[in-house]
């Protein structure tokens, strides 16, 4: 199938519904996974309200001045959590940094957590204490979506439904608020997200309006993934691809300048990455191998996997 259009699915049916509508949803959401990696979803549970707030303050923080930014950029870091600035980060294989800069929200775990040492703190915004706290309210609630996401691929699969829960719980989960700065002189060689698939799990955008967002489909062209406003964008992110032994897709997608004349004009976008615990086991599942598709992956834990691609992203120095 060639990807023209992104596939739109509705959770409630999933979380609500009967067996027969919880089956229609496990089969629609596969099958979308497997052709294209991406979806809408509607009835997703993330309220609109939620959403709008957090619009907000995420470009109030983006207002406060380069100077007062920089002092949320935490080197040791390596970009987890608190501020990248603008051009720090690059797609893997591409020179050129891209045209944005971002905030990362990390998880909240016990002290007792067995992955508490592993997680940096999250960082506070004292300037603006709203920013953290509905920061924290989004990233809980997008997770919790993911969650149920992740139930009905596990039954696609011929998995347990619960087989992701305990990888999933205490991940190591992103939620980046996201700057595009208005462009102010011709780019060279760099757009606002250059060409990448994710690292993660699945990732979760809250408020795809608007063009920027392309997905590649099978035949190379460049799709818009625009969703209406009660909806959520989601895809197949490198990680779940890898251990589907890529029966699931993880397709290559990149946010492109807007036209000349809106240059001018600054783009927000705020993805929740919802990546495992660091001892999951990515391992090609044996029920995605066989003659016809071998084994393409060699063996690796999440947490080896994820260092690899800081270094690619040029968040972490060799």
């Not at 992955?115 to 920013?131: G, H, I, M, T, W």
């Not at 760099?190 to 608007?210: E, K, P, S």
């Not at 397709?251 to 660091?278: A, D």
Request: hydrophobic share 35%; aromatic share 10%; proline share 5%.
């Amino acid at each position: 199938m060639s990807l023209t259009t992104i596939p739109i699915v509705d959770l409630s049916e999933f979380v609500k519904g009967d067996n027969e509508s919880k089956q229609k949803f496990v089969e629609e959401l596969g099958k979308a996974f497997e052709e294209t990696g991406f979806v809408s979803v509607r009835n997703h549970g993330v309220p609109q309200e939620l959403i709008d707030r957090y619009y907000a303050l995420t470009e109030t923080f983006f207002q406060l001045s380069t100077e007062q930014k920089k002092t949320f950029e935490i080197p040791e870091y390596a970009g987890q959590r608190g501020y990248t600035s603008f051009g720090r980060e690059h797609a893997k294989g591409s020179e050129a940094p891209d045209l944005k800069e971002f905030w990362h929200f990390g998880q909240y775990v016990e002290k007792d957590s067995k992955y508490a040492s592993e997680y940096p703190d999250n960082v506070e915004v004292k300037e603006l204490p709203r920013f953290n706290i509905v920061g924290k309210e989004a990233y809980q609630m997008l997770e919790k979506t993911g969650a149920y996401v992740l139930r009905a691929l596990a039954l696609h699969l011929g998995l347990n439904e619960f087989y992701f829960d305990e990888y999933a719980k205490e991940g190591n989960s992103i939620l980046r608020p996201i700057h595009y700065p208005p462009i102010t002189s011709e780019p060279e060689n760099a757009i606002r997200a250059a060409a990448h698939g994710d690292i993660n799990l699945i990732t979760l955008l809250m408020g795809a309006q608007g063009r920027g967002l392309q997905v590649q489909n099978h035949d190379g062209q460049w799709i818009d993934a625009i969703a209406e406003p009660d909806e959520l964008v989601i895809n197949v992110g490198d990680m779940l691809s890898r251990h589907t032994n890529n029966k699931l897709k993880s397709t290559i997608h990149q946010v492109v300048n807007p036209p000349r004349e809106l240059w001018g004009t600054s783009r927000y976008s705020i993805p929740f990455f919802m990546h495992p615990v660091s001892d999951m086991k990515l391992d090609c599942l044996e029920n995605c191998i066989d003659a016809e598709n071998p084994k393409k992956f060699e063996d690796i834990t999440a947490g080896e996997y994820l260092y690899e691609r800081l270094v690619d992203l040029g968040l972490i120095k060799k």
